[in-house]
Nanobody, 114 residues
Framework: QVQLQESGPGLVKPSQTLSLTCTVSGGSITTNDYYWSWIRQPPGKGLEWIGY???????YYSPSLQSRTSISRDTSRNQFTLQLSSVTPEDTAVYYC??????WGQGTQVTVSS
């Protein structure tokens, strides 16, 4: 069964770039017709979809975050990565990596603070 695990710094300073990695086991990120997404949940708010990278390599981002977002992958390590630039305290959230058909990582807390 596929498993996803987020990793990255828990604290990022304002104006810096947030970088998170999702390591996938139990299945390749390049096979089948799957969407590998990043989703976040700010404290006290609902889930917000950030973007995805498809198994074929194409990407698509939320229009509200597109100018600051980049999702890439390392197929040799079976990982995909989120980079969110110019962060502010409003980017504080629990960040999840997700595969289509309902497979979620456990989530990782990221706090933006000086």
């Amino acid at each position: 069964q596929v498993q996803l695990q987020e990793s990255g710094p828990g604290l990022v300073k304002p104006s810096q770039t947030l970088s998170l990695t999702c390591t996938v086991s139990g299945g390749s990120i390049t096979t089948n017709d799957y969407y590998w997404s990043w989703i976040r949940q700010p404290p006290g708010k609902g889930l917000e979809w950030i973007g995805y990278i498809h198994s074929g390599g194409s990407t698509y981002y939320s229009p509200s975050l597109q100018s600051r977002t980049s999702i890439s992958r390392d197929t040799s390590r079976n990982q995909f990565t989120l980079q969110l630039s110019s962060v502010t305290p409003e980017d504080t959230a629990v960040y999840y990596c997700v595969r289509s058909q309902g497979y979620w990582g456990q989530g990782t807390q990221v706090t933006v603070s000086s």
